[in-house]
């Protein structure tokens, strides 16, 4: 019976040294498994997205999200920080903010950038405290997409949209093309101070026959012109009616 026990025993000792050395393994694979994370589900990776709004839709794990902006830390809670073409804030204790226009705070797993135009674009998710600082160890994604830019084809026949700007007494572009009968909106943008511009549509440089007039605006000021193209296609005239001769183009009517 004495060598039994003494077996035994040796046997009971073995399992507590056995257990003793497994144990900081799991505490380890639990502390790996149960770290926050966050992934960007769209758009993906070296994706080609059609100019104008796009979202960005994010997944998060072993966070707790809630809307507590601007509020104290509370570990393992906190919101998201969308940004756009800037690099990542990290620093510890410091709020992880960029220039207006480029970052966003929210709660929300998807986050709209509105009228985002062709060309390369990044965007970036990171975990923010409630106090806007990153999560330690910082928890972020990067994608990196191509914008491209609308053609006649992907123009859509019912509706197109034109940014134009008046500034130093120039229009930011002398060209603008259009689908033949398309319902046509010119978000006009007049950036001279104390100066009257206007947007005008004619059939030909001698302005004799309007298609379209918009009214005057005194900058900076901003106003929509809603009006239908002509159906037949050409190359018709564009103006601003107080400045004829300097602020001129080409509407196109394909």
């Known amino acids: ?55 960005v839709m994010a997944n998060v794990t072993n966070f707790n999200l809630v809307n507590k902006l601007g509020q104290s830390s509370v570990a393992g809670e906190g919101h998201l920080h969308y940004y756009i073409d800037v690099a990542v804030p990290k ?19 998807t986050w709209t950038w509105p009228n985002v135009k062709p060309g390369k674009h990044n965007f970036s998710v990171q975990l923010a405290n409630n106090d806007h600082t990153p999560v330690i160890p910082v928890v972020y994604r990067t994608v990196n997409v191509t914008v491209t830019a609308s053609t006649l084809k992907t123009m859509s026949v019912k509706s197109v949209t034109i940014d134009l700007v008046a500034k130093s007494l120039s229009f930011n572009t002398t060209n603008i093309t259009v689908p033949a009968g398309a319902n046509i909106t010119v978000n006009f943008d007049n950036q001279d101070t104390y100066v009257p511009h206007n947007f005008a549509v004619y059939t030909d440089a001698s302005a004799k026959t309007a298609i379209y007039r918009g009214k005057n605006i005194t900058g900076p000021a901003k106003i929509s012109y809603i009006f239908t193209a002509p159906t037949k296609a050409g190359t018709y005239f564009f103006r601003c009616d107080v400045h004829p001769t300097t602020m001129t183009g080409q509407f196109i009517v394909q």
């Open 91 to 109: 620093t510890p204790g410091k709020p992880a903010v960029t220039a207006i226009g480029t970052f966003a705070p929210t709660a929300n797993t």
């Open 1 to 55: 019976m004495i060598i039994r026990s003494k077996k035994l025993g040796g046997i009971l000792s073995s399992l507590v040294v056995l257990i003793a050395l497994a144990l900081p393994l799991c505490t380890a694979q639990m502390t790996t498994t149960g770290m926050p994370q966050v992934k960007i589900i769209e758009p993906k990776e070296e994706a080609q997205i059609p100019e104008g709004n796009i979202t």
